[in-house]
């Protein structure tokens, strides 16, 4: 049973182009948590979706962040004409549902640098 | 007021030590908590959920304190392998979403 996916691990992005990050979560999970970390700096939420539908999407930069998660394949995350701010590692957890007595499985990332 | 607050540390301490880190979080309605560790900005791996009875796993015993909004998390006997970043993370509310703090940076000496 593999783990959450996340693709690409590396990912470097010129100024103004558009970055696509791609998470597969659990067997069997339908919950998706996308969280970013900044350098020197914790993790933040930033989105929660369910198949189809997004929950939360409290913790989103208002504008250049979309997320969906299909009915088929990958839950994408997509920032529009990256800076050099958003220059971070992003995370991509799964859950099975609202239960959270077992806390949440982690992909190993996709860390973008913006140059 | 951040969500969920840790001390930052670093907390350097020799092999075989005794060490305690501290957390509070502000939602009350906040129903799980859990301890995570994560190794040079790699993926956070779930160290154990913290239950209000206390929980101990081998070296590792988590305490909860509901009345006061605390969670702590005892590492007895360290190793050099424990180095690492501890954080503490609570659910939001009656949600899906987990609140991570900032971590507490600890680095075991020889």
């Known amino acids: 049973n593999a783990g959450v996916m996340q693709n690409p691990r590396h990912l470097v992005r010129r100024r103004g182009q558009e970055a696509r990050l791609r998470c597969s979560p659990m067997?069997?999970?339908?919950?998706v948590y996308w969280y970013r970390q900044l350098p020197e700096e914790g993790l933040k939420f930033m989105v929660y979706?369910?198949?189809?539908?997004?929950?939360?999407e409290s913790g989103m930069p208002k504008e250049r962040f979309s997320a969906e998660f299909p009915k088929e394949g990958p839950s994408i995350l997509r920032i529009q004409q990256v800076v050099r701010g958003d220059s971070a590692a992003y995370f991509c957890?799964?859950?099975?549902?609202?239960?959270?007595?077992?806390?949440?499985?982690f992909g190993s990332g996709t860390r973008l640098t913006v140059v | 007021r951040k969500e969920v607050e840790q001390d930052p540390g670093p907390f350097n301490v020799p092999e075989g030590a005794t060490v305690a880190f501290n957390c509070t979080y502000s939602?009350?309605?906040?129903?799980?908590f859990f301890w995570y560790r994560q190794d040079c900005r790699k993926e956070p791996k779930l160290l154990m959920s913290?239950?209000?009875s206390g929980n101990e796993d081998g070296r590792f015993t988590a305490q909860l304190n509901r009345a006061s909004q605390y969670i702590s998390l005892l590492i007895r006997d360290s190793k050099l392998s424990d180095s690492a970043t501890y954080l503490c993370?609570?659910?939001?509310?009656?949600?899906?979403?987990?609140?991570f703090g900032q971590g507490t940076t600890l680095q075991v000496k020889p």
């Open positions: 913290v239950y209000s």
């Open positions: 939602n009350s309605a906040s129903q799980s």
């Open positions: 067997k069997g999970h339908s919950h």
């Open positions: 957890a799964s859950s099975p549902g609202t239960g959270l007595y077992n806390g949440y499985t």
């Open positions: 993370v609570v659910n939001s509310g009656n949600t899906g979403k987990l609140i």
């Open positions: 979706l369910q198949k189809e539908n997004i929950i939360d």
